[in-house]
C-alpha cells in the first residue's frame, strides 16, 4: 500500500459514518443500472444512474467542506448514525424506486426501502409482476445491505454497548460502552467499526455467492437466485416471484436455502465481553441447540397435527406425501424462527393433506422468538430465551429445595441471575411495545387481529407475516400515510431493539 493509498484510505475515515453509508449506497445504486442496460431498460437505468451520481455529488460537496473538521465519534454515536440510517437513508433509497416505477407515491416507495434496509421485506407491492427485473434486484440488493450492516453492528456497535441481546452475557450495564476492543480506541473507535466490517464482508458476500451458485446449479432462475441468497444471509424474505411458489428449484432448492438458514440460529460473537464466546463448538452453543429443539419439535407437533387431522377425515394415508407434509413443517418453521418468512412449496399441501388451516398464531410465536445474537435475524433473540429459561428452570428447583446452590456453571449462573433479569426487563418492554402498536394501528382502522399480526411482523422484522398469519387479507398499499409512518417507525424499533432506542433517549449517557 502506498503512501498516497494510506492518505486517501485516512482521509475517508475522517468523515462522517453516516456519508460512508451513504456513499456505499449511492454506488450500490449502478449495479441495477447496469443490469437495467443490459436488459435494454433504457427509462430505469437512468433512474438509478444519475440518483447514484447526485448521491455522490452531494456527498464530495459535503466531504470538501468537513476535510478540516474532526468529527465527534464514539460508540453510541455509531448507534445514533445506525438510527439515522433506517429512518433518513431510505429517503434517498426511494428515489430511483419513485421515479423508476411511476405508479407509486413516494410515501409507498419510501415505506418499501424501509421494510427492506431493516430486512423486514413486507411487501407493499403485492404483485410481483408490477415491478420490473431491476426494481426486485435493488429491493433484494438493499435488503442484503441491511442484513450486512447489522451483521457489522452487531459486533462494532451493539456489543460495545451491551446492547442486541449482548446485555445478557455482558458485564457491562446495557447501553453503557464496556472495557474491550473497541473502548480501548478512544481516539477513532470506528479503527474496530471499519476492521470487523473488513472481517465479515467476505463471509457474507461469500456464502451468498455460493447460495446463489448453488441454487444455478439446482435450475433457478438467474434473477430469482440471486435474491433468494441475498434474502436468505439476511432473512429479508424477498422475492421476484413472491416467494417460493414461484420457485423451479423445488426440494433442492429449498434444501440448499434451509441449510444456510441455520446461520441465522447462532453466530459465535466478536465481543470479548460475552461469556457465549466460551462456546467454541456449535454443539456446545446454547443458542444454537435451543434453536435446533424449538424448529423439530414445533415440527413434529405440526406434523402430527396434520397426521390426526387427516384421520379424522379419512384420508388415505401416502407415506410419500407424509414426508412431504414433515419436509414443509421443518423448512418453514425454520424460515420464521430465523425471521425471513419463506413458506415450503409443501406447505399447502400438508394443509390439504389434513384440511386444517393455517397455524397462523404459531408462526407468530416463532418469529417473536426470534435467531440468534449478533446474526440478521430480528425477534426477541434466542439468547434471552435461554436466559429465562436457565432462571425458570432455576426457581423451580428452589420451590422444591429452598436452601440449594446451583449447580449450573460461571457462565450459565450469570445468564440465569443477572441475565436473566435484563432479558425479563426487555421482554416487559417488547410487550408494552407491541401492546401499544397494536391499541394505535386498532385506532386506525384496522380490526384487531390484523393489527397484532401486523404489529409482531413489524417488530420482528418477519414481513412475510402478513400474508400468512391472517385469514384475511391484509394490503399495507390501502393504509392511511399515518399508519404506513407508524409501521416504518415499528420496523425500525424491531431492527433497533427496544433498548437500544431508550439508550439513545438517555441524556445521561451523551454527557460524556
Known amino acids: 500500500m502506498t503512501a498516497r493509498t494510506r492518505q486517501q484510505i485516512g482521509t475517508l475515515r475522517r468523515l462522517p459514518l453516516f456519508l460512508l453509508i451513504w456513499g456505499i449506497a449511492s454506488l450500490a445504486m449502478w449495479v441495477p443500472a447496469g443490469y437495467a442496460l443490459a436488459l435494454d431498460d433504457e427509462d430505469t437505468s437512468r433512474s438509478f444512474f444519475y440518483s447514484g451520481l447526485i448521491g455522490l455529488v452531494i456527498i464530495s ?24 440510517t433506517f429512518t433518513i437513508l431510505p429517503l434517498f433509497l426511494a428515489i430511483p424506486l419513485h421515479d423508476a416505477l411511476g405508479t407509486t407515491s413516494f410515501l409507498n416507495a419510501y415505506f418499501d426501502m424501509v421494510s427492506a434496509l431493516t430486512t423486514t421485506g413486507a411487501d407493499i407491492f403485492a404483485d410481483p409482476s408490477r415491478l420490473s427485473a431491476p ?39 446495557p447501553g453503557r460502552p464496556v472495557s474491550g476492543i473497541a473502548q480501548s480506541e478512544k481516539v477513532d473507535p470506528r479503527g474496530h467499526l471499519l476492521r470487523v466490517a473488513q472481517a465479515l464482508l467476505p463471509v457474507y458476500a461469500g456464502l451468498t455467492a455460493v447460495i446463489w451458485l448453488l441454487l444455478v446449479i439446482a435450475g433457478e432462475n438467474g434473477l430469482t437466485a440471486v435474491s433468494h441468497a441475498m434474502s436468505v ?50 454443539d456446545k452453543d446454547p443458542e444454537f441447540r435451543i434453536g435446533l429443539m424449538i424448529v423439530f419439535g414445533v415440527s413434529m407437533l405440526l406434523f402430527f397435527r396434520h397426521w390426526v387431522g387427516a384421520l ?13 407434509a414433515l419436509w414443509g413443517g421443518v423448512f418453514t418453521v425454520l424460515s420464521f424462527l430465523s425471521t425471513t418468512g419463506f413458506q415450503s412449496t409443501f406447505w399447502a399441501e400438508s394443509q390439504q393433506w389434513s384440511g386444517l388451516g393455517t397455524p397462523g398464531l404459531i408462526l407468530m410465536g416463532l418469529a417473536l422468538i426470534g435467531g440468534g445474537v449478533a446474526t440478521t435475524a430480528g425477534g426477541v ?48 418492554l417488547f410487550a408494552i411495545t407491541l401492546a401499544s402498536y397494536s391499541m394505535i394501528l386498532a385506532a386506525m382502522g384496522l380490526g384487531f387481529e390484523q393489527a397484532m399480526v401486523v404489529t409482531v411482523a413489524m417488530l420482528s422484522t418477519t414481513g412475510p407475516l402478513i400474508e400468512t398469519a391472517s385469514e384475511i387479507p391484509i394490503r399495507l398499499v390501502e393504509l392511511g400515510a399515518g399508519a404506513k409512518l407508524v409501521l416504518c417507525a415499528g420496523m425500525v424499533i424491531g431492527r433497533l431493539d427496544t433498548l437500544a432506542i431508550i439508550a439513545l433517549l438517555t441524556p445521561s449517557l451523551w454527557r460524556s
Open 61 to 84: 460537496m459535503v466531504a470538501l467542506s468537513m476535510m478540516n473538521r474532526r468529527p465527534k465519534r464514539g460508540t453510541l454515536g455509531q448507534l445514533a448514525v445506525l438510527l439515522a
Open 381 to 428: 433473540k434466542l439468547l434471552r430465551v435461554y436466559s429465562l429459561y436457565l432462571n425458570g428452570a432455576r426457581e423451580i428447583d428452589r420451590l422444591i429445595h429452598p436452601s440449594s446452590v446451583s449447580g449450573a456453571s460461571a457462565k450459565n449462573r450469570r445468564i440465569q441471575r443477572d441475565g436473566a433479569f435484563i432479558a425479563w426487563v426487555f421482554l416487559m
Open 233 to 282: 444471509m439476511a432473512t429479508s424474505g424477498i422475492s421476484p416471484v413472491g416467494g417460493l411458489d414461484g420457485s423451479v428449484s423445488g426440494v433442492t432448492g429449498e434444501a440448499i436455502m434451509f441449510l444456510f438458514l441455520l446461520f441465522a440460529l447462532s453466530r459465535l460473537t466478536f465481543s470479548s465481553d460475552t461469556a457465549t464466546r466460551g462456546y467454541s463448538r456449535l
Open 135 to 173: 426494481l426486485h434486484l435493488w429491493r433484494a440488493q438493499v435488503g442484503w445491505m441491511g442484513g450486512l450492516l447489522m451483521w457489522v453492528a452487531a459486533s462494532a456497535i451493539l456489543a460495545p454497548l451491551s446492547l442486541g441481546g449482548f446485555e445478557v452475557t455482558a458485564m457491562g450495564e
Open 312 to 324: 379424522e377425515v379419512q384420508e388415505e394415508m401416502d407415506a410419500l406425501q407424509g414426508l412431504r
